[in-house]
């Protein structure tokens, strides 16, 4: 009942910008905190960008300072713009949200995007 969709991945050049998409769609009551995920090859799912109880937004250290997350909250849509890409930022990102309240049951879901690569290379 309730998808993520992930946009916007591609192939970019160092110091390039890529801006993704993450849409929320179905019976949602309340979209609740959403994180920004990523995987590369060879490495461990990596958390980059994440609310915050107090609506404040979390940075890996990683992306801190190049990556920006926002979210338009009346589209259920949540974005993540990034800049200053390098070579290593190649992975596939995905958006999650650990605690959608649906309705009308009134049930909490996780759920997880279906990923978009991002490739960053000359």
């Known amino acids: 009942q309730v998808q993520l969709v992930e946009s916007g991945g591609g192939l970019v050049q160092p110091g390039g910008s890529l801006r993704l998409s993450c849409a929320a769609s179905?019976?949602?009551?309340?979209?609740?905190?959403m994180a920004w995920y990523r995987q590369a090859p060879g490495k461990q799912r990596e958390r980059l960008a994440a609310t915050t109880t107090i609506g404040t937004i979390t940075y890996a250290d990683s992306v801190k300072g190049r990556f920006t997350m926002s979210r338009d909250n009346a589209k259920n849509v949540v974005y993540l713009q990034m800049d200053s890409l390098k070579p290593e930022d190649t992975a596939v990102y995905y958006c999650?949200?650990?605690?959608?309240?649906?309705?009308?049951?009134?049930?909490?879901?996780?759920?997880w995007g279906q990923g978009t690569l991002v490739t960053v290379s000359s």
């Open positions: 999650n949200a650990p605690r959608i309240l649906t309705t009308p049951d009134s049930r909490y879901l996780e759920v």
């Open positions: 179905g019976n949602i009551f309340r979209l609740g905190l």
